[in-house]
């Protein structure tokens, strides 16, 4: 019996060496021959240099982190592309969609690795799979004279709004807060930033984008038609085809702008003064942004924690005229001009990300985010303002966790005057503003499952506080709480579980773009749009 139980074993471990060994030979053919026709396909010659492979690890690895901005998906656990190939031109790009497709090798693209949920970077519905990274694609040209600027799509918000700068004091362009976004996928997903309520969204302001298609076609605005370049502006990335460089309408800015930071915590009456910010911010002057920035005063578990409301904005003008405007509509808050920071709009975005006054905008080029963390983070639309009663629950649950995290970011403004229909980005008139949660460690997976289940708590306590039917979602913060596509199931009703959140009716639209556009799947992800099914021959 011992015999028999040893032999079984043998077999057993035997089969499953087979089983790797044949794999990991099905891997490397695949790496190997992969190359030779990206050199096949590509009109430019493709350096090896390019193209990476876990064969080196160091290399390989280092790419793969380079913008990886969710520590949580780069633990050992999670799936890894089989190659990493960062294209150097247009045609590189070309080539490797027209490689994807003869392989049957699975495509995910990645322009800055800010996906909440690394479905840029990451496949946990198929495997193996590619990783296309576009950070090289990073050319920008401004066009003062036009008031037009062409941005690839590896280009970081940063460096798009650098680069204006560099040519004007009186331009710059509405999109991501964030400085370290690649504005390829930035851009998919609407692309909010402290000149919103002014001039609407980043998508809200592109005239024009260059994109390769299933077939590897490259298409511009003319060529796709005015469906498809609906859905790009605000549709998600990573469903239609792969962004390679949008053209930007600029807009005017003054010389001066202003921006403060004023922390009020529980004991000055915070609670008191963001149910009032609720009423004001989506109602005041256009050139007034004013988000609110709630944290915990301690990351330790203790009885005297406090929280700290941070009201952090940009006025679109000089000192006086803000003071004028607050201390008519929120004098609450106590604003003062010793408050008051005069600069200009790029000395502006260098503030609202969290660099010292005294930062050089030329940081802006390095492209790097100023801090990365493991985190998982959900998102609400408000339409009526919680009541104070509900903002003193939300403070008992906020003690629960060391490093609670909200943003509230107000709309109104141009947001209101856009039309739902406009783009993809429904979330516009009658929304009060956007509350952004966000559970952040530092140790890995030693304490992730109980700082995942406090921020879905958080989240379920808001429920009976924020828009409904549908709870809307903001897709450029990524929840795939909300429900995920399977490997080889392409539904619609499944897909309407996380759609109708972050496009509201929208959605079918954008499912009638993705059936027209793309009726074979090709561009998928977790939660990527889905097609109807075509029937062939008829």
Known sequence: MAFRSSLLLSQILFFFLVLSSSWASATHTIQQTFFRCLSKNSRNSVPLSSYYTPNNVSSFTSVLNSTANNLRYLLPTVP?????????????????????????????????GHDYEAVSYVSQMESPFLVLDLAHLRAIQVDIPRGTAWAQAGATTGE???????????????????????????????????????????????????????????????????????????????SFGIILAWKLKLVNVPETVTVFTVTKTLEQGATKLLYKWQKIAPT????????????????ELTTNRTVMTSYNALFLGDPDTLLGIMGKVFPELG???????????????LYIQGYPNTTAPEVLLQGKPLFRN???AKSDFVRTPIPEKGLLGLWKIYFEDEVPFMIWNPYGGAMARVPESATPFPHRHGTLFKIQYVATWQDGTKNMARHM???????????????????????????????????GVNSL??????????????????????????PDNFFRHEQSIPALPVRRGS
């Open 284 to 299: 005041i002057d256009d050139r007034l942004y004013i988000r609110v920035i709630i944290q915990a005063s301690s990351a």
């Open 453 to 487: 289940s406090w921020v879905r708590k958080l989240y379920n306590y808001m429920g009976p506080y924020v828009s409904k039917n549908p709870r809307e979602a903001y897709v450029n913060y990524r929840d795939l709480d909300l429900g995920m596509n399977r490997k």
């Open 80 to 112: 890894k592309p089989v190659i990493i190939f960062t294209p150097l031109c247009e045609a590189h790009v070309q080539a490797a969609v027209l490689c994807s497709r003869q392989f049957g090798l699975p495509l995910r693209v990645r322009s800055g």
């Open 160 to 238: 798009v709004y650098y680069r204006i700068a560099e040519k004007s004091r009186v331009h710059g362009f509405p999109m991501g807060l964030c400085t370290s976004l690649g504005i390829g996928g930035h851009i998919t997903g609407g692309a909010y930033g402290s000149m919103m309520r002014k001039f609407g969204l980043g998508a809200d302001n592109v005239l024009d984008v260059r994109m390769v298609d299933a077939k590897g076609k490259v298409l511009d605005r003319k060529a796709m038609g005015e469906d498809l370049f609906w859905a790009l502006r605000g549709g998600g990335g990573g």
């Open 335 to 349: 604003l003062t001009r010793a408050d008051c920071v005069k600069t200009t709009w790029i000395g502006s975005v």
């Open 374 to 376: 493991y985190f998982k």
């Open 493 to 518: 009703m499944q897909a309407s579980s996380w759609g109708l959140r972050y496009f509201k009716g929208n959605f079918y639209r954008l499912v009638q773009v993705k059936t027209r556009v793309d």
